[in-house]
């Protein structure tokens, strides 16, 4: 994470993010321990479809 970090800033980006389960306690504890901070305003959204019927 500190050498995307880096590669990020040289690149100028301003900022990075990662998204995780909830429940995903080991990666949690990995971004927090890089520097991550948790984004309490952010809300993910999905949609989730059945898959399409297969046709003869």
Do not use: H, I, K
């Amino acid at each position: 994470m500190t050498a995307l970090a880096d590669v990020a800033r040289e690149r100028g980006c301003y900022g990075m993010w990662v998204v995780t389960e909830g429940d995903n306690a080991a990666a949690a504890a990995t971004y927090r321990g890089a520097g991550g901070v948790a984004e309490e305003r952010q809300t993910v959204l999905e949609w989730t479809f059945d898959p399409p019927e297969s046709t003869p």
